[in-house]
């Protein structure tokens, strides 16, 4: 179960070291890319939240 757990330090790591996303290029429908690179990492963010809760709760019923 705390394997599970190692998956929610992926986004942390990703938004702490600005030199992967500190450009504006590529931009996306006009916005620079360290705003929609951190605007993703939202929604990955979410979608392995859930994937870690949906681990944990299979292995405590």
Known sequence: MRKAY???IVPFV???L???YNHP???LFGMPF???YQLA???ITAAIL???VW???GRDV
């Open 41 to 43: 990492w939202v929604l």
């Open 55 to 57: 681990l944990a709760k």
């Open 25 to 27: 290029e590529p931009a």
């Open 14 to 16: 990703a938004t702490l």
């Open 34 to 36: 360290f705003y929609w």
């Open 50 to 52: 859930g994937v870690v």
């Open 18 to 20: 600005p030199f992967l």
């Open 6 to 8: 190692v998956l929610l």
